[in-house]
């Protein structure tokens, strides 16, 4: 059930830091509130986590999910760049935070 919140905070980093840009520094009223929801919601659910799990392969799976998510979103939906070294680094990314996942022993 831990990892499961750390996914799901993962995917809330996500949406956290697409709201930050689409609110323009803080000046479009209701990506900033999604951005502040998806922020509590995102750090409340790895908090609960860290109750059970160590630290860094939680937190490397957080971040390597919202990292990955980010890019990914940019990419489909901003109009970011998109090209093959993107590509292999998200997946490096992807790989390594899976390497730590299994690298780490839940209690």
């Not at 995917?11 to 998806?38: D, M, N, Q, Y």
């Not at 392969?57 to 998510?69: C, K, L, N, Q, R």
């Not at 990914?72 to 070294?85: A, P």
Request: aromatic residues 10%; charged residues 5%; glycine residues 14%.
């Amino acid at each position: 059930m831990a990892w499961l919140l750390v996914i799901v905070a993962g995917i809330l980093e996500t949406g956290f830091a697409v709201c930050l840009k689409l609110s323009h520094g803080f000046t479009r009223l209701w990506p900033t509130v999604a951005f502040a929801s998806f922020a509590l919601g995102s750090f409340g659910l790895l908090t609960l986590s860290l109750k059970k799990l160590d630290v860094g392969p939680a937190y490397a799976v957080w971040t390597g999910i919202g990292a990955a998510g980010t890019a990914i979103y940019g990419m489909i939906f901003l109009g970011d760049l998109v090209s093959t070294l993107k590509i292999i680094s998200i997946s490096l990314v992807i790989v390594g935070v899976i390497g730590l996942q299994l690298s780490g022993s839940a209690h």
